[in-house]
């Protein structure tokens, strides 16, 4: 692989779109080739899986196959849009990766995070982000935030704030456990002081002659 896989992480209302856009153009302003994708999606056939899991009423889809389903969109991304793009030595920009995985149903459905690295393995091999930004916030300013977008709720906004601390402590042990690859960034602050953070985290890992 001679591209770049930088993967953005967060719970719901963290900023994730917006400052997904800023690290794509920062990579543009550098000369890279940038492909942005996100997950559950990124195919036509990920994207199908996507609204099939995020219009499903909590009831009407079980942990397990909410699992299943992330794994097989996950497949069908890496093959047909994640691999290639990084073998053509492209930058490839994706909201959310198996990050998300072990946060939201390892963490927050309380899955096994053992049957979920196995899957892992399956789909990936070992191929792993190069570089994990996590934009933190409390769950309570989350919430607020997604309130405040006036849109109907999926599937996962629809979950209380206890799941959300789960995902949340989730992400912040695995940020703990790979420190190299899984940078947390403060998204409480302004959005200047996020994106300035951003920036020294990318000026300090990629550079020109990397590319």
């Not at 969109?73 to 990766?97: K, M, N, W, Y």
């Not at 399956?122 to 769950?139: E, F, I, Y």
């Not at 006036?150 to 992400?171: C, I, N, P, S, T």
């Not at 456990?177 to 940078?183: N, S």
Request: charged content about 25%.
């Amino acid at each position: 692989m001679q591209g770049r896989f930088i993967t953005i992480e967060g719970i719901e209302g963290v900023g994730k779109s917006t400052n997904l856009a800023f690290v794509a153009e920062w990579f543009r302003q550098q000369g890279a080739t940038v492909v942005v994708t996100r997950e559950p999606g990124g195919t036509e056939i990920g994207e199908r899986i996507r609204r099939l899991i995020l219009d499903t009423p909590g009831a009407g889809l079980s942990a397990t196959g909410e699992l299943l389903l992330m794994f097989a969109a996950r497949a069908e991304h890496l093959h047909s849009l994640i691999e290639p793009a990084l073998q053509r030595g492209e930058v490839v920009i994706c909201d959310r990766f198996t990050d998300a995985t072990f946060a939201y149903q390892g963490g927050g459905r309380e899955l096994d995070t053992a049957a979920i690295a196995t899957l892992e393995t399956l789909v990936q091999g070992s191929l792993r982000p190069h570089l994990t930004l996590l934009l933190d916030a409390d769950t309570r300013l989350s919430a607020e935030r997604v309130a405040g977008r006036g849109a109907a709720k999926d599937r996962f906004e629809q979950e209380r704030e206890a799941f959300f601390g789960r995902v949340r402590e989730a992400y912040l042990q695995r940020a703990a456990a790979e420190p190299q690859r899984i940078r947390v960034i403060d998204a409480s602050q302004p959005l200047p002081a996020v994106q300035a953070d951003l920036r020294h985290i990318l000026e300090k890992e990629f550079s020109k002659t990397n590319k």
